[in-house]
Structures are given as structure tokens and as C-alpha cells.
T-cell receptor, first 115, second 114 residues
Framework: GAVVSQHPSWVICKSGTSVKIECRSLDFQATTMFWYRQFPKQSLMLMATSNEGSKATYEQGVEKDKFLINHASLTLSTLTVTSAHPEDSSFYIC???????????FGSGTRLTVV | GENVEQHPSTLSVQEGDSAVIKCTYSDSASNYFPWYKQELGKGPQLIIDIRSNVGEKKDQRIAVTLNKTAKHFSLHITETQPEDSAVYFCAARAPGGATNKLIFGTGTLLAVQP
């Protein structure tokens, strides 16, 4: 079945630094990738959607200059949290989709803690 | 845009009993409804899904029903086991555009008591 690999699984960074999270589709070409943020005991909130080779589409209220998304290939998307602050601490999850016949496969998530 | 409501927020059942989680959606154009199971610290895992041209789908102990007229769909788990304990999310997808994004419900914490 479809597999999405997300790394790192957890990261701790200092306030003001940047952190990059990678999401790879291992056995299919992901034409569309989605990035979610999940706070404790809450649902998944969509941050942005990216199609390979195009600029990401951000949801209302998500700062595009803070959360940089790159989807340069059909198997890799990255989310960079720039100038991280403690309030950015959260669980970030990617999802990939590879066409109309494919469902949405989720990565294992990245726990970001900003200290 | 699409809005998905999910009930109950928590559900506690005895092992062997059935569990039912219900969701409603707002966009009548939505055509795909997956259910995900999320364990603590992990990403969501698809457990079953249903498309709008089908009214019911079953996979062993898990079933999903869809009522397009009422715009609601439900997850049914029979013969629950302790390992079924997790947070369950429903989602809906509205067609159109280049993104086909999923909108998630608020989640249900299912606890199966041994």
C-alpha cells in the first residue's frame, strides 16, 4: 500500500531558529501534499496544500512567510518553520495524494517543541 | 466551505460492545468520506472510507453508512476490543479545484474497557 515517510519524528529547537520537516511518498508519486497542524486533544487543522511544481495554497490565517512549503518533486515536500517561537510548538502531519484513485496517506507526524 | 461536525467527543464502551460515531457535513457536493484512527503520538491511519455513490460499506468489524439526503455518515465498530481504543476522526472531501482537501471532524476519543 501507499506509504508516506515523515522526518524527523520529533525535534526540539531554540526560539528564533528554523526547523525543516520532510515528507516523502515512498511508493507512489504524490501530485498533492497537505500539511496539518494538531494541538493536543484537538483535530487536524489544514495549514496548506501544495501541488508539485506549484506554489502552495495556504489556509486563511496561516502565515506563508513563516511556514515555508516546498514541493519540488513528486515524492518530496518540506515544511520549514522559520523563526520558531514557543507558540509554534505542535504536532505537524503531512499527507500525500497521488491521483484520483488514491486515498490520502498520512505521515507519522513530527512533534515540534520550541524552547 | 465544508464544515464537519462529529459526535460524541468521548465514548466509553465495554469490550465486546458496539461503538457508533456520527458525523454531519455541510457541503452537499462532498463525495468522499474517510474515517481515520489516530493513536497517541502517531499520524492518522485510514480504517475505512466510503464514496457518495454508496450507502454502506463493511470491512470485518468496521462499517460505515452514508445518508446523502441528511448529509451524515456514521462509523460502526462491532465486538470492540481494547486495541480499538484511540481517537477517531471523520473527514469529508468537497470536489473541485486543484486541491481536493479533506476537512476533519473534531474527533472522538474511544475507550474500550476490558
Amino acid at each position: 500500500g501507499a506509504v508516506v515517510s515523515q522526518h524527523p519524528s520529533w525535534v526540539i529547537c531554540k526560539s528564533g531558529t528554523s526547523v525543516k520537516i520532510e515528507c516523502r511518498s515512498l511508493d507512489f508519486q504524490a501530485t498533492t501534499m497537505f500539511w496539518y497542524r494538531q494541538f493536543p486533544k484537538q483535530s487536524l487543522m489544514l495549514m496548506a496544500t501544495s501541488n508539485e511544481g506549484s506554489k502552495a495554497t495556504y489556509e486563511q490565517g496561516v502565515e506563508k512567510d513563516k511556514f515555508l512549503i516546498n514541493h519540488a518533486s513528486l515524492t518530496l515536500s518540506t515544511l520549514t518553520v522559520t523563526s520558531a517561537h514557543p507558540e509554534d510548538s505542535s504536532f505537524y502531519i503531512c499527507s500525500a495524494r497521488g491521483g484520483s484513485n488514491y486515498g490520502y496517506t498520512f505521515g507519522s507526524g513530527t512533534r515540534l517543541t520550541v524552547v | 466551505g465544508e464544515n464537519v461536525e462529529q459526535h460524541p467527543s468521548t465514548l466509553s464502551v465495554q469490550e465486546g460492545d458496539s461503538a457508533v460515531i456520527k458525523c454531519t457535513y455541510s457541503d452537499s457536493a462532498s463525495n468522499y468520506f474517510p474515517w481515520y484512527k489516530q493513536e497517541l503520538g502517531k499520524g492518522p491511519q485510514l480504517i475505512i472510507d466510503i464514496r457518495s455513490n454508496v450507502g454502506e460499506k463493511k470491512d470485518q468489524r468496521i462499517a460505515v453508512t452514508l445518508n446523502k439526503t441528511a448529509k451524515h455518515f456514521s462509523l460502526h465498530i462491532t465486538e470492540t476490543q481494547p486495541e480499538d481504543s484511540a481517537v477517531y476522526f471523520c473527514a469529508a472531501r468537497a470536489p473541485g479545484g486543484a486541491t481536493n482537501k479533506l476537512i476533519f471532524g473534531t474527533g472522538t476519543l474511544l475507550a474500550v474497557q476490558p
